[in-house]
């Protein structure tokens, strides 16, 4: 059998495939089983912050590997724990717990508010607010912290002590953050929901109220965070210090790892025994991430920053784009006529990977995407769209 009706008989229906079969790459070219050369505007949903096959990367993988692949967390192991003091030293956070992926980061995250709130505020305090359209992860927990009602149906019963307020109305945050409310969870840029930036001003009252009525900021920082928006992680563009901060995709470079990074007030909330994880950072995918966490400099950050730019620049002038949204090389586009699903279709035929959100495109190229490969995505793009 060919590779797709293998894979459509025996891998689970959860995606809605696109039709090539991919077989290698290197940094923002990939190759399907043709050998057609596709330009990576996707980079595995903001995964591959360095591209595929990166040389530094896969030396410091592959160094690591051959040293000590894994070992249970009950033992200390280099990479862990340099990872998690050079997150603390870029962050201002004092602890980091590692996981596997976004949704496990965010559960900690949950945990986290939730044993605050009980430890210091009585075991009533344990709602969570999240925003609508936000998305958090696939597990129940963090399914129920999605804000979108298409998540909600067939998996119930769901999670207890999760409530919606609406993206940049202080006042829906306000009106529901009593005495039951541990903390506010937000993406600082809104990724599968339609990629939007939350407004500063809303940030910083949520900020405030939080601080005022000792309601953890929790920030969700796995599409935007590691450089992706042209900073470190994207709270740092909004003048506010969270509580906890969790994140994933980018800081692995392609290796599963999620971090969930706790603040002052909550760095001694969990113990010995209260949480926990078998590969949660794994020295090899630790040792990779500590790679790509020491090339997210200024030099790398201010050019995420001038090829966000350069993108938002030429799709403004083009004919057929009614917005461009997001922050950095996170980008969604919206379509004055045409549907983004049938654009994605064209620009895969055409050489070009991207990806949408709702109803926009999104693009999330790797970090240090060459300038000619990069403008000639958007060519072969901006014809499709004004076509
Ligand atoms: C992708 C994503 C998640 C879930 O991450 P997984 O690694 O797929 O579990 C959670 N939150 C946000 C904002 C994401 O973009």
Redesign the pocket.
């Known amino acids: 059998m060919q590779i797709k009706e293998i894979d459509k008989t025996y891998v689970a229906n959860t995606y809605d495939r696109y039709d090539p079969v991919f077989v290698s790459g290197k940094g923002s070219l990939v190759y399907d089983d043709t050998g057609k050369a596709y330009i990576d505007l996707a980079a595995g ?2 995964v591959n912050c360095f591209g595929i096959a990166d040389d530094a990367w896969i030396k410091a993988v592959t160094e690591q590997l051959g040293k000590l692949q894994h070992l249970c967390n009950k033992y200390y192991t280099a990479p862990q724990a340099i990872l998690a003091q050079k997150l603390c030293e870029r962050t201002g956070m004092k602890k980091a717990f590692f996981a596997n ?6 559960e900690c995250l949950i945990k986290v508010a939730r044993k605050y709130g009980h430890e210091h505020h009585g075991a009533d305090c344990s709602n969570i607010i999240t925003l609508k359209n ?6 129940m927990a ?1 399914l129920t912290a999605c804000g979108q009602d298409s998540m909600h149906t067939d998996f119930g019963p769901f999670v207890p002590g999760f409530l919606y307020a609406d993206a940049n109305d202080f006042a829906s945050v306000e009106a529901l953050a009593d005495d039951s409310v541990c903390g506010v969870l937000m ?1 600082m840029v ?3 929901g339609g990629v939007n930036a939350l407004d500063a001003d809303f940030v910083q009252a949520v900020a405030a109220l939080c601080k005022k009525k000792d309601i953890l900021l929790l920030v ?5 965070g590691n450089g992706r928006t042209g900073k470190l992680y994207a709270y740092m563009h909004f003048g506010v210090q969270p509580d906890v901060v ?1 994140t ?2 980018g800081i692995g470079g392609g290796l ?1 790892l ?1 971090v969930c990074m706790m603040g002052e007030k909550t760095a001694d909330t969990l113990t010995a025994g209260t949480h926990g994880s078998t590969f949660g950072g794994n020295p090899v995918c630790c040792a990779g991430a500590v790679n790509i966490l020491d090339r997210l400099d200024d030099a790398l950050l201010s050019d995420v920053t001038r090829k966000g730019d350069f993108i938002r620049r030429e799709l403004l002038s083009c004919k057929g784009v009614a917005g461009v949204s997001g922050m950095g090389l996170m980008i969604g586009v919206s379509l004055t006529d045409k549907k983004a699903a049938d654009v994605a279709h064209a620009c895969l035929d055409a050489g070009v990977m991207v990806m949408t959100a709702k109803d926009k495109i999104r693009i999330l190229p790797a970090l240090n995407i060459p300038d000619e490969l990069l403008s000639k995505a958007i060519d072969i793009m901006k014809g499709i769209i004004e076509a």
């Not at 992926?101 to 965010?106: I, P, Q, T």
């Not at 936000?134 to 597990?139: E, K, Q, V």
């Open positions: 949903i903001a992926s976004g949704a496990e980061a965010n936000s998305f958090h992860g696939r597990t963090t993406e809104q990724g599968e969700d920082e796995v599409q935007t969790s994933a995709k599963p999620g």
